[in-house]
């Protein structure tokens, strides 16, 4: 269910709850009304401060080697016919267009980040690239596989079945997508909802918003990401972790039903 329907309907039925409560219903609906606002706002400028980073990065962008998602991504890349059509949502400066390219495949990428797509124009490899959001994205059936390799932890948890769609949308069926996922610990994850709470924040568990991150981070659990994973009719092939230095990626190989 799209997130502003969903919204409304929790809406309609605290109202009708509160029909009952007089005055103090009305008070208490109007301030929950309010709250939803404030994370709507919030989340919105969460999400300008990731892009300028992007933009502001994009040229000095330390396009770190990593293994482990390089092979994932041969994997996914394996699942496809030659001559076939990728889709790298989002591809930031486009890291791993040559290996689409290598494996006698094309590519074509999106991001919400000026400065990124300007990098990733660069080598000439991608067939079609695209300013516009996961969130926003509206390319109906075309490739043959998908990868969304460092971009969900800046999705807000009311945004993910939006991407899931979107991504399930654009890929033919039996395509496959390669997801990769951050997590962190427990610990560091109760600090930070406690951090944010306490300065008036409208957070919900899971969400970072310091020390080094990207303007945010939102970290899922594992089965809530299998959840939204489901919900969108991704099915899931395969997965693996690979630790980090205090965290670590999670790998998702799904197809598409």
Request: with cysteine; net charge negative.
């Amino acid at each position: 269910m799209p997130v502003m329907r969903w919204l409304a309907a929790c809406l309609t039925s605290a109202t009708e709850v509160l029909k009952c409560l007089g005055p103090f219903g009305v008070c208490a609906i109007n301030s929950h009304r309010l709250m939803v606002m404030d994370r709507m706002t919030w989340l919105s400028q969460r999400r300008v401060a990731v892009v300028e980073e992007y933009n502001a990065d994009a040229a000095s962008w330390d396009e770190y080697s990593n293994d482990a998602q390089q092979h994932w991504v041969g994997r996914l890349l394996a699942e496809c016919e030659r001559g076939g059509v990728v889709l790298d949502a989002p591809c930031g400066t486009g890291r791993y267009f040559p290996l689409v390219a290598d494996a006698g495949l094309r590519v074509v990428g999106i991001d919400q980040s000026e400065g990124m797509l300007s990098q990733a124009r660069r080598p000439g490899i991608a067939e079609a690239l695209h300013l516009v959001g996961l969130q926003e994205m509206s390319l109906d059936g075309r490739f043959d596989a998908a990868m969304t390799i460092d971009a969900m932890e800046n999705v807000p948890p009311e945004d993910w079945p939006i991407v899931l769609d979107n991504l399930h949308r654009a890929v033919r069926p039996s395509g496959c997508l390669y997801l990769t996922v951050e997590e962190t610990s427990d610990a560091t994850i109760d600090t930070a909802h406690a951090d944010l709470v306490a300065r008036g924040l409208p957070a919900v568990r899971g969400e970072v918003v310091r020390g080094g991150v990207t303007g945010y981070h939102f970290y899922p659990t594992r089965d809530q990401v299998l959840a939204w994973l489901s919900e969108a009719d991704w099915r899931l092939i395969d997965e693996g972790f690979t630790p980090e230095n205090g965290w670590g990626y999670r790998h998702l190989l799904a197809r598409r039903d």
